[in-house]
């Protein structure tokens, strides 16, 4: 696995990461994000359907959390999650938790941490998560950590001793990695701990780096966990102390605004788990990331997100709506507003939900609890985003990463559309 840098602007990275997989055949392009699934699928879609979709990352993320509870099953099986779940032929990368559930803290030690399945809590020590990877069969993941330090209120002598048991960890299953024989072609990324200490994330990320990992994982940088500026101030940082040549995945940050920040200070992968949370609210990704400067040709290209039928910007609706949970990127299908609305989603979006269905069918699926609605939805929302990273590197490519930011964030001067 190699990363090819092809230029570094204002800190966003842009390039390709080559060399992928057993085979070594596979690519992605970065600034990107990962496929998120659980339990190996992406939620709402079979993969006959999830594959009509373009441009889908050649990497796959799978998780622990998902399988600790059944990998004797895959043990026995021998073949790994790649075959046992029927996947296309895709990269497949393991991370420890699913970003998408929240897990209740105060449950690792010095020698375990802990995963939670659907019969409650499972407690890990290195080699049975190091066995798990290995029933799994990934072509990359990340090490044992504990990443419980995200927390507000967390002590600076908590997050020492974080960054350490993490540095132990890793040096364990370096050791274990080197002796099993399924997971001899497989990268393992180190974990770079620390929360919002910046002492201790400089000295993790050093560390780390000291050691044969193929790629950074920066943990403890999730969505509910700090201030923007100060997460931009610390990644920044930490990307700093990282050699140049190996990619830097984040976890837990899948917001446009948050993920075009956390850009800027030189991180090259995400998660894809943000369009599954919009298709649980019930809402569609509705934000504008056209940057084509002529009106007349925006349309002929392929489609990506073009003014919302001259509509007020979605922060604006959703802020009406008095729903704290709202992000502001996104539409609530569910609000009386679209019952008769016979718009699609978004247009100008080339998803096969925009084209054949419009907003008050979606309407309708979602009050009456028809299935169809979380997969119109799905399909959609992952287009839509899966569009955004495209942009972004077309933006950065381009040198106009900032009308890309006006874009997306609203903030053109006296332009809201």
Known sequence: ???????????????????????????????????????????????????????????????????????????????????????????????????????????????????????????????????????????????????????????RKRVRKAVDRTLAHLDECLVLHQKTQELKQAEIFGVVEGGDIMEERLRSARETAKRPVGGFVLDGFHSAAMDQDVRAQLVKATSA???????????????????????????????????????????????NYSIDPDPETAGTSTPTVLEINGEMPADKKLNSNGDENMMPFEMNLRDKRYQDDFCPLVEGCGCYCCKKHMRAYVHHLLVTNELLGSVLLMLHNMTHYLGFFKALREAIASDRLQDFKNRVLHCREGDLK
Not at 12 to 23: A, D, P, W
Not at 118 to 131: C, D, H, N, P, Y
Not at 243 to 252: A, F, S, T
Request: charged residues 20%; glycine residues 8%.
């Open 1 to 155: 696995m190699r990363l090819e840098l092809s230029r570094v602007v204002q800190g966003c990275r842009l390039g390709v990461l080559t060399g992928l997989g057993k085979s070594g055949q596979h690519s992605l392009e970065v600034p990107g994000c990962l496929l998120y699934t659980r339990c190996a699928t992406v939620p709402h879609l079979t993969q006959d359907t999830l594959h009509t979709l373009r441009d889908l990352p050649s990497v796959t993320q799978v998780s622990v959390d998902s399988f600790a509870e059944h990998h004797e099953v895959l043990e026995e099986f021998k073949e790994g999650v790649r075959k046992f779940a029927g996947l296309h032929d895709t990269v497949l990368f393991c991370s420890l938790h699913d970003s998408a559930n929240t897990n209740p803290a105060g449950h690792v030690t010095n020698k375990t941490v802990s995963v939670w399945g659907s019969g409650g809590r499972i407690e890990l020590t290195v080699a049975r998560f190091m066995a798990i990877q290995a029933a799994i069969q990934p072509d990359c993941y990340q090490s044992m950590a504990d990443g419980e330090t995200w927390q507000a209120g967390v002590s």
């Open 241 to 287: 102390e990282l050699p140049q040549e190996k990619p830097r995945l984040v976890l837990g940050v899948g917001r446009p605004d948050e993920v075009i920040s956390c850009v800027e200070a030189g991180v090259d992968l995400f998660e894809s788990f943000f369009p599954f949370q919009v298709t649980e609210r019930g809402c569609a990704l509705s934000f």
